[in-house]
């Protein structure tokens, strides 16, 4: 029988381009030996994950490296029917991610760095979306979904929950997105090892096209067209050195702190000589910080303050140099419309500690707290919040059509849409091989 040849380039090693390849190359290995084909698969990206977890080389326009990450749910707009129309999809995207991880069981591997935990929502003043439970935050979308919830004050000061009018909860995760990737990529690497006779896979991750009809320079140069996916997060144009014409990027500066690893951590390793030399008090103090362990909150103030403080763990594998002796926590964030300014905000950063230690004091206790990074990222998102583009499209070059899997966009939620929206990109990759052969 005949050898059919197929071939991909993925323009991007974002969550988004790793995800795609990680689901291409799944869905592939558990298809029939019968068909007979032949893969060759290209991974192009200007930046990728780094190989080396100790030692991560953080690009402004690399948006992965920025987020937290958590799931943190929305409700739909019911009030603009194209916004509605992403929103869903979006809604089904976090879901599909969700479950993929479960059904993985990749949260029960340490170098994964994802781990579950209770979300929790402190809202001052709920617009109607919320007050409504709209689509996308409700127990239809989210697992145990608790409305007005109450948090342990040693989390969140009793002072301050009684602020809000709604304090609302759910199952999520939070997960390390650089050491993730890491993660990820590998899994990826022990895919291609898995089903050599039917891919040959080639990445490199040091080319910076300047329009993404270049990437064709990358495949086999065989008669097979090769299918591309934009996965360049701002959406790089086909023949213009340009993003997306309607790219918008919301900046976004963190904190990323660490705190003494408390001698029990949540997540059941004992260290047990770590604080023999500390005092009872010590000791205490450092338990509650293992609470934060088990959750990520994140408060909205009222609209007329219009600010945003979270926390979200940054877990660490056990092959990081810091695993038995620190907690990473993000403390977030900002979001600034329509910003490109890589320089830190003194500003910024004394309003995040400021509102940071007001919410959750007892991660700043002690004194013991330290200031690793300041991170300044950029969400890729759209103008007048279109939501992220994944479809298919031909382009023409050199007088021959080509099938374009755009999948970029997703502003501030592509880790929670990633796995969700890979499925849809392999579903676009099907319909793009069989209308190639047109
Ligand atoms: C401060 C902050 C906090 C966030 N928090 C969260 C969160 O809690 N949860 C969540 O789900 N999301 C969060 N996000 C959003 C999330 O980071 C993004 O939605 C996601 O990373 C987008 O992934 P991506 O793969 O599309 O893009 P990217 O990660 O930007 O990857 C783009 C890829 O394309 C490559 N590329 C681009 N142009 C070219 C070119 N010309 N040539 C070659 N390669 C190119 C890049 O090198 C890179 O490999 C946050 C973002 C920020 C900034």
Redesign the pocket.
């Known amino acids: 029988m005949p050898i059919t040849e197929r071939e991909i380039i993925i323009?991007?090693?974002?969550?988004?381009?790793?995800s795609s390849l990680y689901r291409s190359l799944e869905d592939i290995n558990n298809s029939s030996d019968k068909n007979n084909i032949k893969y060759y698969i290209n991974l192009?990206?200007?930046?990728?994950p780094s190989l080396d977890i100790n030692d991560i080389k953080y690009?402004p326009?690399?948006?992965?490296?920025?987020?937290?990450?958590?799931?943190?749910p929305f409700p739909s707009d019911y009030s603009d029917d194209e916004k509605l129309t992403f929103q869903r999809r979006e809604s089904i995207y976090t879901s599909e991610t969700f479950n993929f991880f479960i059904n993985k069981g990749w949260n029960l591997i340490n170098e994964s760095t994802i781990k579950f935990v209770r979300g929790y929502d402190c809202i001052e003043s709920p617009t109607p979306e919320y007050a409504n439970f709209n689509d996308g935050y409700n127990n239809g979308n989210l697992k145990h979904f608790i409305i007005n919830d109450t948090i342990d004050p040693d989390l969140v000061p009793l002072k301050e929950q009684d602020k809000c009018k709604m304090i609302n909860s759910y199952d999520t995760y939070v997960v390390n997105?650089p050491l993730y990737l890491s993660f990820l990529f590998k899994k990826c690497i022990e895919l291609t090892k898995k089903c050599k006779q039917k891919i040959q896979f080639k990445y490199n991750?040091d080319?910076?096209?300047?329009c993404l009809k270049d990437a064709i320079i990358f495949g086999t140069q065989s008669p097979n067209k090769p299918v591309i996916i934009n996965?360049?997060?701002?959406g790089?144009q086909w023949e213009i050195s340009a993003p997306d014409k309607d790219y918008c990027p919301?900046?976004?500066?963190?904190l990323l702190i660490s705190v003494p690893k408390p001698a029990i951590s949540s997540e059941g390793s004992y260290i047990s000589s770590f604080f023999k030399s500390k005092e009872n008090e010590t000791i205490s103090n450092n338990n509650i910080v293992s609470k934060f362990e088990g959750a990520t909150i994140t408060h909205q103030s009222s609209p007329e303050i219009g600010e945003w403080t979270f926390y979200?763990q940054r877990p660490l594998p056990k092959s990081h140099s810091d695993y038995n002796s620190k907690l990473y926590f993000i403390i977030?964030?900002t979001k600034n419309l329509n910003s490109s300014v890589e320089e830190i905000s003194e500003k910024d950063t004394q309003k995040l500690l400021q509102n940071g230690q007001r919410m959750f004091p007892n991660l700043f206790a002690n004194g013991d707290w330290k200031l690793e990074r300041i991170?300044v990222?950029?969400?890729?998102a759209k103008k007048n919040n279109k939501g992220s583009d994944v479809s298919l499209c031909h382009k023409v070059y050199n007088g021959e059509p080509f099938a374009i899997i755009n999948?970029?966009?997703?502003?501030?939620?592509?880790?929670?849409?990633?796995m969700g929206a890979a499925a849809h990109v392999i579903s676009l990759l099907k319909k793009g091989f069989k209308e190639s052969l047109l």
């Open positions: 323009v991007g090693a974002g969550v988004i381009g790793l192009i990206a200007k930046n990728g690009a326009d690399y948006a992965s490296f920025f987020a937290g990450a958590h799931q943190r997105t991750f080319i910076n096209i300047s996965c360049t997060g701002r790089l919301i900046r976004g500066q963190t979200i977030g964030g991170n990222g950029f969400r890729p999948a970029y966009g997703f502003a501030g939620y592509g880790v929670e849409c990633s």
